[in-house]
């Protein structure tokens, strides 16, 4: 029964089934295979990566800072001029924060 159904059906109606499914492989491709569900959840190796760690606010300075050093300390020095109670770790998550800020 399914064999003399699918000998009856027009070929251009076949050309037209693969163009759906082609088009539903690709939209899924470009959206990483979530389609209109959202972004894939990231995975818990990224999130244990990238956790917050409280002692390492420099590091995190310098990666704003695209590596440079100089003005990741030019920064620091700023904000421990501003309030000279800070810790050096406090005045790299301050200075971390404002340059955060001023990039929005």
């Not at 499914?21 to 990231?42: E, H």
């Not at 100089?70 to 904000?79: F, K, N, P, V």
Request: hydrophobic letters at 40%; glycine letters at 6%.
């Amino acid at each position: 029964m399914l064999s003399s159904f699918v000998d009856r059906l027009d070929p251009l109606i076949w050309v037209i089934i693969a163009g759906i499914v082609l088009a539903i492989v690709l939209r899924r491709r470009r959206t990483g295979g979530r389609g209109a569900r959202g972004p894939r959840p990231t995975s818990w190796l990224r999130l244990a990566r990238d956790a917050y760690r409280p002692w390492d606010h420099e590091a995190a300075l310098l990666r704003l800072c695209h590596g440079d050093e100089e003005m990741a300390e030019r920064l620091i020095r700023y904000e421990i001029e501003r309030n000279p109670e800070l810790s050096r770790a406090g005045a790299a998550l301050s200075a971390a924060t404002r340059l955060r800020h001023d990039k929005r």
